[in-house]
């Protein structure tokens, strides 16, 4: 497979990561075919077809920078493959072994596809343009209370709440896509030198942040209330930071004074977060402990093994200890690796997490360019802000677009900084790469 059409298909897998199932699919009685499936069986399919060939090398020990996260990625997959010696639900197995094994090939692809910044630049600029697209459809949910994407049963509560959600079933994920999505549009709009685009994606920052606030999802706001402390720490002394931040808190200033119900409530619902009323065993921060109490307990039952690959949900609904009031899922994504991998698997994970920022952090310290320092701040913000942001979701092991998220933060891992010399030349060949 050539090089220029790999990239192609890559920044393709992008756009398709965010067109759910639930918009387009071909029902194969047992599996969903999605638009973004298909793209990665026709990348597994070409690559078959290329081996033996000088057209196509596959390397998959990954660059010094980013061995330890491919070698962790590749050992996930493989422990959950393992598991199926002692999961219950073979099905739950089968599903979860799908989406570890799609992140690796993803991972592979992209990292074999890769290899400047400006290519890394121009597939968040997908990303970026699915960011406005999801705005656009948010933000036609709240004013005309129609939902297209939605399951039938929570239509009528959505449109109740004026809950935006697009395609992404429900409320925290939105809320998820929407606090990476803030900082992957500012690496866009600091990289565009239309001026009219900048404008888009600054208008796009705010609707992201306000669509946020109004899907009401606690630690997904915190998350990113969190992230911008660390955005504004980095950048408090950069005059054009400075603007920045002053022209996305102006509107937001004026929101709170025309709408004061929005951020008031919201601010509630995060001190909600901090308090537990044992009281009312329905209350949902209660369950959400219960869920994590029997995660616990689950994990002494397996000796430290964990459940198995999807085996989570299983444990809940048959074995729970604490009463979750029939929720199984861990709505927690950390302890959803604990509980369901074990502890080898959590601490390599939080291990690869933790040098996944690292990498970042010294990425945007040591940048020699524009497009590398907006990049790794990028990636720095939105790592730190799912730290907290991934405790919403009932669980993120099936959101297609955050695997093919962790795969560009990955590649760009193992990438050397851009020198000042060659940015010019590195976006002409980019720009001729997409058309």
């Known amino acids: 497979m050539q090089k220029n059409t790999s990239r192609k298909i890559a ?20 599996f969903q075919l999605s638009l973004f499936r298909m793209t990665i069986i026709a990348v597994v399919f070409l690559f078959l077809l290329s081996l033996g060939t000088k057209t196509q090398y596959l390397g998959i020990s990954g660059k010094f920078a980013n061995r330890f996260s491919v070698g962790f990625m590749i050992f996930w997959a493989l422990y959950a493959v393992l598991s199926f010696f002692w999961v219950q639900d073979y099905n739950a197995w089968i599903k979860a072994v799908y989406f570890l094994i799609l992140n690796v090939i993803c991972i592979i692809f992209f990292m074999n596809t890769f290899d400047r910044s400006a290519q890394i630049l ?83 920052i705010v609707s992201s942040i306000v669509l946020l606030f109004m899907a009401s999802s606690r630690a997904n706001i915190l998350g990113l209330l969190v ?13 054009k930071t400075q603007i920045f931040v002053f022209a996305m808190l102006l509107p937001l200033f004026f929101l709170i004074i025309l709408k004061p119900d929005i951020f008031k409530n919201a601010f509630l619902m995060i001190l909600d977060g901090f308090y537990f009323d044992t009281s009312s065993a329905s209350d949902s921060i209660n369950i959400r402990l219960n869920l994590l109490r029997n995660g616990v307990v689950f994990l002494i039952n397996t ?37 369901g991998y074990g502890i080898i698997v959590f601490v390599l994970y939080i291990t690869f997490y933790a040098l996944l920022t690292r990498n970042s952090y010294m990425k945007y310290k040591n940048a020699l360019t524009k497009t590398d320092k907006t990049i790794s701040l990028c990636f720095l913000c939105s790592l730190i802000g799912y730290i907290i942001g991934g405790m919403s979701s009932s669980s993120n092991l099936s959101s297609e677009w955050l695997w093919v998220f962790w795969s560009i933060v990955i590649t760009y891992q193992g990438l050397e900084l851009t020198l000042p010399q060659k940015q010019i030349k590195d976006d002409k060949n980019d720009r001729r790469v997409i058309g």
């Open 11 to 30: 920044y393709f897998a992008i756009f398709a990561s965010l067109i759910g199932a639930n918009v387009f699919a071909i029902d194969l009685g047992f």
């Open 303 to 339: 000796y430290g093994a964990g459940t198995g690959a999807g085996n989570v949900e299983f444990w809940m609904a048959n074995a729970s200890v604490y009463g979750t009031s029939g929720i199984v899922n861990m709505h927690n994504w950390w302890m959803e690796i604990l509980t």
């Open 122 to 204: 121009t597939g968040l600029r997908v990303f970026a343009f699915m960011a406005i697209l999801h705005n656009l459809i948010g933000w036609y949910e709240i004013l005309a209370r129609q939902y297209f994407f939605l399951d039938a049963n929570l239509i009528s509560l959505y449109r109740y709440l004026r809950y935006p959600v697009s395609i992404f079933g429900n409320t925290n994920d939105f809320a998820t896509f929407m606090l990476i999505s803030v900082f992957i549009l500012f690496a866009c709009m600091q990289n565009t030198k239309k001026k009219y685009m900048q404008y888009v994606y600054g208008a796009t």
């Open 227 to 239: 992230a911008l402390v660390v955005f504004v720490w980095l950048n408090l002394y950069n005059k």
